[in-house]
């Protein structure tokens, strides 16, 4: 073994996330090379002789992967706060969308900004996402609507990762609603996706999968299902808002084009289950938005357990239906609100996250995985979802090194 590591954490409790729980490692040691993870595991079985550039003793601090925020629409222009008190008058989520509010107000507002606007405004969020643990997220298009738009919205997601040292995946959203000038032309609206907008996005390398918005309010099964077959003439992998306020069969349908996940899924019935189980799509849950919309109809949790579907969570960040700013804080909003166990969310945010975007080099703390890891201000890992709020990150590593802005600090 090659001893001359970049990193060395010792003294600290590794939850590395191995097998089907924590995989907790007491009086553990991590080190890393080169951006990888070269030893993960008892400090007592460090090699007797070995060196690091940089070594910390964490004085029993829990550490943990990086977390993944594997759903969010962080680019966007202006904010919808108007409408939050909108709903607490009473107006329903499909109200506010079919009076002109909704997503359409995000496209007016987005298109309107130029790139260093958007960019601008899109900064503070990323920001806080890695101020409270995440060391890749995924950040969705759709509020362009149009090829200069959406493609705009994208280059700003990757200069937010050039900026900030994070690792972001990009994901076209394109059939997230109908824009004003395709008024009443849901089917062409399609057909320009199909033939402008996706091909523009994949050309130009600025998309790493491509999803669409299943919905009564949005596309039809079967819209969505032409948008996902141009998806896979393209070569570009796929993921689903499915089944959020009404079950349209969106589950199934992603699961029959072997989506990397399916997101929301309140309304997500037995056989929609079934089809996830089958095809290996990832569930993810969003209690933000749950929260946000004052929802009341809970995921199938328990028929996700039983069929052995992977359950990720996110934050499903954006500026109408859940202004989240802390994936910690939607971990314990999944335990507090969808049952789940305080291990389930940290491996929906790490594990089952990674999966929902098709990475298999992070989430767990395994040799040769990246060096993307968190040392807490904590010692449990219960303690994550435990504490609302409040900053408890001592210090983050993406790909080993710190991020451009600094999460924590001794």
């Known amino acids: 073994m090659d001893t001359n590591w970049d990193g060395l954490w010792l003294d600290c409790r590794l939850a590395t996330l191995e097998g089907d729980g924590l995989g907790l490692v007491e009086d553990g040691a991590l080190a890393w090379r080169d951006g990888v993870i070269v030893y993960a595991g008892p400090r007592a079985g460090l090699p007797a002789r070995h060196a690091a550039r940089h070594e910390d003793s964490l004085a029993g601090a829990l550490v943990t992967p990086g977390l993944i925020d594997c759903h969010s629409h962080l680019v966007f222009g202006g904010d919808r706060a108007r409408e939050f008190e909108q709903r607490l008058h009473g107006a329903s989520y499909e109200e506010i969308a079919r009076s002109g509010g909704g997503i359409a107000a995000s496209v007016r507002a987005t298109r309107a900004a130029d790139a260093d606007a958007l960019f601008a405004q899109s900064l503070p969020r990323a920001r806080a996402l890695l101020a409270d643990g995440v060391t890749t997220l995924e950040i969705k298009s759709g509020y362009g609507l149009d090829v200069a738009s959406e493609l705009k919205m994208l280059r700003v997601a990757r200069r937010l990762a050039a900026e900030l040292g994070v690792s972001v995946r990009t994901t076209l959203l394109a059939a997230h609603a109908l824009p004003p000038e395709f008024a009443g032309r849901a089917d062409a609206y399609i057909?320009?996706?199909?033939?402008?907008?996706?091909?523009?996005?994949?050309?130009?390398?600025?998309?790493?999968a491509v999803d669409a918005f299943c919905e009564r309010i949005a596309f039809s099964p079967a819209q969505v299902r032409r948008v996902f077959t141009r998806a896979r003439e393209l070569g570009l992998p796929v993921k689903l808002h499915a089944d959020q306020l009404?079950?349209?069969?969106?589950?199934?349908?992603?699961?029959?084009?072997?989506?990397?996940?399916?997101?929301?899924?309140?309304?997500?019935?037995?056989?929609?289950?079934?089809?996830?189980?089958?095809?290996?799509?990832?569930?993810?849950?969003?209690?933000?938005?749950?929260?946000?919309?004052?929802?009341?109809?809970?995921?199938?949790?328990?028929?996700?357990?039983?069929a052995g579907?992977?359950?990720?969570?996110?934050?499903?960040?954006?500026?109408?239906?859940?202004?989240?700013?802390?994936?910690?804080?939607?971990?314990?909003?999944?335990?507090?609100?969808?049952?789940?166990?305080?291990?389930?969310?940290?491996?929906?945010?790490?594990?089952?996250?990674?999966?929902?975007?098709?990475?298999?080099?992070r989430g767990r703390l395994t040799v040769g995985l990246r060096a993307d890891c968190v040392a807490w201000r904590v010692h449990d890992a219960a303690a994550l979802c435990?504490?609302?709020?409040?900053?408890?990150?001592?210090?983050?590593?993406?790909?080993?090194?710190?991020?451009?802005?600094?999460?924590?600090?001794?």
């Open 386 to 410: 435990y504490w609302i709020g409040g900053s408890l990150v001592r210090e983050l590593r993406i790909g080993g090194r710190l991020p451009a802005h600094r999460a924590g600090g001794d």
């Open 246 to 306: 009404s079950d349209l069969g969106g589950a199934a349908l992603a699961a029959e084009f072997t989506a990397l996940s399916a997101d929301h899924l309140e309304w997500t019935a037995a056989d929609g289950v079934a089809a996830m189980a089958a095809a290996g799509t990832v569930a993810v849950l969003l209690p933000g938005a749950y929260y946000a919309l004052r929802e009341t109809r809970l995921p199938p949790i328990d028929g996700f357990r039983k």
């Open 309 to 361: 579907v992977a359950m990720a969570v996110a934050t499903d960040l954006n500026p109408g239906t859940s202004p989240l700013l802390s994936l910690r804080l939607a971990l314990g909003m999944a335990c507090t609100l969808f049952g789940l166990t305080p291990t389930e969310a940290l491996r929906g945010a790490t594990v089952n996250a990674a999966r929902a975007l098709g990475l298999a080099d």
């Open 191 to 208: 057909d320009h996706v199909c033939d402008a907008i996706l091909p523009a996005a994949a050309s130009a390398g600025l998309a790493d």
